[in-house]
């Protein structure tokens, strides 16, 4: 007899039964090697005797839970609104009240209990669209092509479910880079769609080569029907910013491909190489001109989750959708109907993201002086990051030049890779997972990822604060080297 009294052949979901696209969603950033590190931690506060004494986990961008500190502005605007009584508090200062006057005077009977209209609340949606304008340089932003979303990977999942369609070889296609965020691959595997597969140039800092787009088109022409671009820029796992001639580059693929370009924006203030600079798809698309800026069908995605804020727990973003066809328009609308709305919390977060203090306000300056030291953190501990593993025999890694990861490639003697395939392990999984065990350190293998045959690595955030950062990499530094010496 089964749990609860049911005998396992009457169950009606089984294995068997069950839909066989969520058996081929796999989620690295969330996978075995983080369910053992969460094993290891409850084993450590039963007392069981590790040769470390806490794990430390840097296998995922979540930026408060690495110690990051929240910005003091959004965090006041936030609790007056969950809280109003504390309006009458003279702690407040004036200008976080008035964001949350505003913000409540939007909400339905004044609270950020009640739903808003599945689009977003429309005052917000005007605040990011005024955001996008002044980002941009002026280019127009209408807020009816903003939809607010839970972070930014609701919105990306509703635009690919929008775009998938057809059987065989008409089944809609979506190229995605490799390495990649896993989001896609997910994604992708749970609607039925194909992966298309192009692969970014590490010995050229991880850059976009055209011609490798081209390259997977064409393979991919032959068994789908390719229909959209995915970019993440700056790059999640690999930390590359793309050049504005890159992107012009691929805005004209797209236009003669005519695939739906979908640019994945989130860490746009995550920016740290010296020459690096972030360009919005959207602000390059209207810059080229009518023959494009009327034509390329664009979603474009950000989040509250990432750049100097980091309050992933909120759920806040929003995507901005370009020509799309007002039919089409419909339908999405009425397919994120089906949610109810966003979350309205991340939603007035991302209002005060979007709208942040002003220079005559009283808020403004410890505003600009939390922004600007996070930020600057964050860029000495992605120059330290790089630095110190491209000491390590066997370690190579690229600059990084923006987001909160680095991709290194690391040379695992062959003796190692036997003995992981024997275990039935990528060779970078069986690497991390030892890492884990020995050392109490929490990666990401790059198979989780996607990476050429043959080439092995491990993302890692910059997240944890710099002297637990040093810790982290002083570790990985002693476990590299004693697990050559093991398996040379």
């Given at each position: 007899?089964?749990?609860?009294?049911?005998?396992?052949?009457?169950?009606?979901?089984?294995?068997?039964?069950?839909?066989?696209?969520?058996?081929?969603?796999?989620?690295?950033?969330?996978?075995?090697?983080?369910?053992?590190?969460?094993?290891?931690?409850?084993?450590?506060?039963?007392?069981?005797?590790?040769?470390?004494?806490?794990?430390?986990?840097?296998?995922?961008?979540?930026?408060?839970?690495?110690?990051?500190?929240?910005?003091?502005?959004?965090?006041?605007?936030?609790?007056?609104?969950?809280?109003?009584?504390?309006?009458?508090?003279?702690?407040?200062?004036?200008?976080?009240?008035?964001?949350?006057?505003?913000?409540?005077?939007?909400?339905?009977?004044?609270?950020?209990?009640?739903?808003?209209?599945?689009?977003?609340?429309?005052?917000?949606?005007?605040?990011?669209?005024?955001?996008?304008?002044?980002?941009?340089?002026?280019?127009?932003?209408?807020?009816?092509?903003?939809?607010?979303?839970?972070?930014?990977?609701?919105?990306?999942?509703?635009?690919?479910?929008?775009?998938?369609?057809?059987?065989?070889?008409?089944?809609?296609?979506?190229?995605?880079?490799?390495?990649?965020?896993?989001?896609?691959?997910?994604?992708?595997?749970?609607?039925?769609?194909?992966?298309?597969?192009?692969?970014?140039?590490?010995?050229?800092?991880?850059?976009?080569?055209?011609?490798?787009?081209?390259?997977?088109?064409?393979?991919?022409?032959?068994?789908?029907?390719?229909?959209?671009?995915?970019?993440?820029?700056?790059?999640?796992?690999?930390?590359?910013?793309?050049?504005?001639?890159?992107?012009?580059?691929?805005?004209?693929?797209?236009?003669?491909?005519?695939?739906?370009?979908?640019?994945?924006?989130?860490?746009?203030?995550?920016?740290?190489?010296?020459?690096?600079?972030?360009?919005?798809?959207?602000?390059?698309?209207?810059?080229?001109?009518?023959?494009?800026?009327?034509?390329?069908?664009?979603?474009?995605?950000?989040?509250?989750?990432?750049?100097?804020?980091?309050?992933?727990?909120?759920?806040?973003?929003?995507?901005?959708?370009?020509?799309?066809?007002?039919?089409?328009?419909?339908?999405?609308?009425?397919?994120?109907?089906?949610?109810?709305?966003?979350?309205?919390?991340?939603?007035?977060?991302?209002?005060?993201?979007?709208?942040?203090?002003?220079?005559?306000?009283?808020?403004?300056?410890?505003?600009?002086?939390?922004?600007?030291?996070?930020?600057a953190t964050l860029a000495e501990k992605a120059s330290m990051t790089q630095e110190i593993l491209n000491q390590v025999p066997g370690i190579k890694c690229?600059?990084?030049?923006?987001?909160?990861?680095?991709?290194?490639?690391?040379?695992?003697?062959?003796?190692?890779?036997?003995?992981?395939?024997?275990?039935?392990?990528?060779?970078?999984?069986?690497?991390?997972?030892?890492?884990?065990?020995?050392?109490?350190?929490?990666?990401?293998?790059?198979?989780?990822?996607?990476?050429?045959?043959?080439?092995?690595?491990?993302?890692?955030t910059i997240l944890p604060p710099v002297e637990k950062l040093k810790i982290v990499l002083a570790k990985i530094k002693e476990f590299h080297q004693h697990?050559?010496?093991?398996?040379?």
């Open positions: 007899m089964a749990q609860n009294g049911c005998e396992h052949s009457e169950r009606v979901l089984t294995m068997d039964t069950m839909n066989p696209n969520v058996k081929r969603v796999e989620y690295a950033v969330r996978g075995p090697i983080v369910q053992r590190a969460v094993q290891i931690e409850r084993e450590l506060n039963m007392g069981i005797k590790k040769p470390f004494t806490e794990v430390i986990k840097a296998n995922i961008g979540d930026c408060h839970a690495m110690g990051q500190k929240p910005i003091t502005f959004f965090r006041q605007v936030l609790a007056l609104c969950s809280y109003p009584d504390l309006l009458e508090d003279s702690k407040f200062p004036e200008d976080a009240k008035s964001r949350a006057r505003r913000i409540l005077q939007a909400c339905g009977g004044g609270s950020l209990g009640a739903y808003s209209i599945s689009q977003g609340i429309e005052m917000i949606r005007q605040d990011v669209a005024r955001y996008i304008e002044r980002r941009d340089g002026g280019i127009t932003c209408d807020p009816d092509n903003i939809y607010l979303s839970t972070g930014a990977s609701d919105g990306i999942v509703t635009m690919l479910k929008l775009l998938v369609s057809g059987e065989g070889v008409s089944r809609t296609g979506v190229m995605i880079s490799i390495p990649q965020y896993p989001l896609y691959s997910a994604a992708l595997a749970d609607l039925g769609a194909v992966q298309i597969s192009y692969y970014l140039d590490e010995d050229n800092c991880w850059s976009l080569d055209i011609n490798e787009l081209r390259r997977a088109l064409q393979e991919a022409k032959k068994h789908c029907s390719p229909q959209a671009l995915c970019i993440i820029n700056p790059g999640n796992p690999t930390g590359q910013v793309q050049s504005r001639q890159c992107i012009e580059d691929v805005i004209r693929f797209a236009a003669a491909e005519k695939l739906f370009l979908m640019a994945d924006e989130v860490y746009q203030d995550n920016v740290y190489a010296e020459g690096s600079k972030f360009h919005s798809f959207k602000k390059v698309l209207f810059e080229m001109g009518p023959e494009y800026s009327e034509k390329v069908e664009l979603a474009s995605f950000h989040s509250t989750s990432k750049c100097y804020m980091g309050e992933c727990g909120f759920r806040g973003g929003y995507m901005e959708v370009i020509n799309l066809d007002p039919e089409v328009k419909f339908q999405l609308t009425k397919l994120v109907s089906v949610r109810l709305c966003p979350p309205v919390p991340g939603q007035a977060l991302l209002d005060v993201v979007v709208n942040p203090p002003q220079p005559d306000e009283p808020s403004y300056d410890t505003f600009i002086k939390e922004r600007t030291d996070t930020l690229n600059p990084v030049q923006g987001a909160m990861y680095t991709f290194p490639r690391i040379h695992l003697p062959q003796k190692a890779i036997l003995e992981a395939k024997e275990k039935g392990q990528a060779p970078d999984m069986f690497y991390c997972m030892k890492l884990l065990e020995e050392k109490g350190i929490c990666l990401v293998p790059g198979s989780g990822f996607g990476q050429r045959d043959g080439t092995y690595h491990f993302r890692m697990f050559v010496e093991q398996y040379s």
